[in-house]
C-alpha cells in the first residue's frame, strides 16, 4: 500500500490525534523551555510572560484535540458490531482505551482534590486513594464495556468471568498469589542489593495510622475492584486476545508490559511486569480469570495490610 493510499484509510479520529500532538508536543516543550527548562511544568502553569501564555494556550488546544481524537478513536467502532469486531486486536485499540480509561478517572481525582483540598505533604490521603483507584477500575471496567462486551466483540464469559471449577480455582488462586509473592519478593530484594529501592508502598503511606474504616475502604478498592477490574481488561481482553490472534509470545510480553506501564511506578516496572507474566500463565492454563483474581486479591491485599498494620516499617 502507497503512502498516499494509507493517509487517505485513516479515521478523522486518527488526524485528530496526530493533529493533537502536532500542536501539543512542540508547543508545550518550547514552553517549558522558556519558563524554566524541561522540567518546568508548573512555571510553565504559573508563568504571566506572554510568550509562555500564548505556547500554554496552543499546547492547551492540542492537548485537547488529542483527548477529543482519542476517545472518537474508542467510540466510533462501538456503534456497530461490525466495526468493533475489525480492530479489537489491534494494539492501538488497546492503547487507546486504557489511555480513555484515565481520562475520567482522572478527572474525577482532580475533581476530588478541588472540592475537599486534602493534604498532601504526606502522600495522599486515604480519601485520596480511595477515590483514584475506584474511579479508575470503573472507568477501565466501563470502556471494557463500551468497546468491547457491549457490542458483543466478546463475552464476559469469553474474557474468562465464570464460576465453573470455582472452590478448585480459588485454591489455585491462592497457590498462585503465594508463589508470586515469593517471587516478586526475591526479585526486589534483589534489585533493592543493585540500588533500584521500591517505592510502591510510599505511594500509600497516606494509610498509616488512619482510622479502621478507611482502611476497609482502600482494602476494597485495591483488593476488590481493581483485581476485577485489572483482569478482566488485562488478562481478560488484553492478553486473551493477543493470544488467540498474535500467539503467545507477543500475548505474555505485550499483556504483562501493558500491566506493569499501567502502574506508573518506574522502579517497580520489573516486579509489576512479573506478576503479569504469572497472571497470564495461569489465565492460559485455566482460561478463567477467578485464580488469577484471587491472586491479585491476595497480593494487594497483604501489601496494603502491611503498611496499615506495621506503620513502622520503612516504604
Known amino acids: 500500500m502507497t503512502a498516499s493510499k494509507t493517509v487517505s484509510k485513516l479515521s478523522a479520529a486518527t488526524w ?7 500542536l501539543a508536543v512542540p ?4 514552553a517549558a523551555l522558556v519558563a524554566g527548562g524541561p522540567m518546568g511544568i508548573r512555571s510553565v502553569i504559573a508563568s504571566a510572560d506572554p510568550t509562555v501564555a500564548a505556547l500554554r494556550a496552543v499546547a492547551g488546544l492540542g492537548v485537547l484535540t488529542f483527548l477529543v481524537g482519542l ?3 474508542v467510540v466510533v467502532p462501538s456503534l456497530t458490531p461490525a466495526a468493533a469486531a475489525r480492530s479489537y486486536a489491534s494494539y492501538r485499540t488497546m492503547l487507546a482505551m486504557l489511555a480513555v480509561a484515565a481520562i475520567p478517572a482522572n478527572l474525577i481525582s482532580l475533581a ?4 475537599f483540598r486534602p493534604g498532601l505533604s504526606a502522600g495522599p490521603t486515604p480519601g485520596t486513594l480511595v477515590v483514584s483507584i475506584a474511579a479508575l477500575e470503573l472507568a477501565l471496567l466501563g470502556v471494557l464495556y463500551l468497546r468491547i462486551v457491549g457490542p458483543g466483540v466478546l463475552t464476559w464469559q469469553d474474557l474468562g468471568l465464570t464460576s465453573r471449577h470455582a472452590g478448585r480455582y480459588v485454591l489455585l488462586g491462592l497457590g498462585t498469589a503465594l508463589a508470586l509473592i515469593l517471587v516478586v519478593g526475591i526479585l526486589e530484594a534483589a534489585l533493592r542489593a543493585v540500588g533500584v529501592q521500591q517505592t510502591q508502598s510510599r505511594l500509600y503511606e497516606g494509610i498509616r495510622g488512619a482510622p479502621l474504616w478507611q482502611y476497609v475502604l482502600l482494602l476494597a478498592g485495591g483488593a476488590v475492584l481493581a483485581p476485577l477490574a485489572e483482569e478482566s481488561f488485562f488478562r481478560g481482553y488484553v492478553f486473551t486476545t493477543c493470544l488467540r490472534e498474535k500467539g503467545p509470545w507477543q500475548a505474555y510480553l505485550f499483556s504483562a508490559g501493558l500491566f506493569a506501564v499501567a502502574h506508573f511506578n518506574l522502579p517497580a516496572l520489573l516486579p509489576i511486569f512479573v506478576l503479569g507474566l504469572g497472571f497470564a500463565f495461569v489465565k492460559a492454563r485455566t482460561g ?3 485464580p488469577t483474581m484471587v491472586a491479585h486479591a491476595l497480593n494487594n ?4 495490610s502491611v503498611l496499615y498494620f506495621s506503620p513502622s516499617l520503612p516504604g
Open 27 to 30: 508547543t508545550g516543550v518550547a
Open 71 to 73: 476517545v472518537l478513536y
Open 112 to 115: 476530588y482534590l478541588v472540592l
Open 301 to 304: 491485599a497483604m501489601a496494603l
Open 16 to 22: 485528530l490525534i496526530l493533529a493533537g500532538l502536532a
Open 288 to 290: 478463567s480469570l477467578l
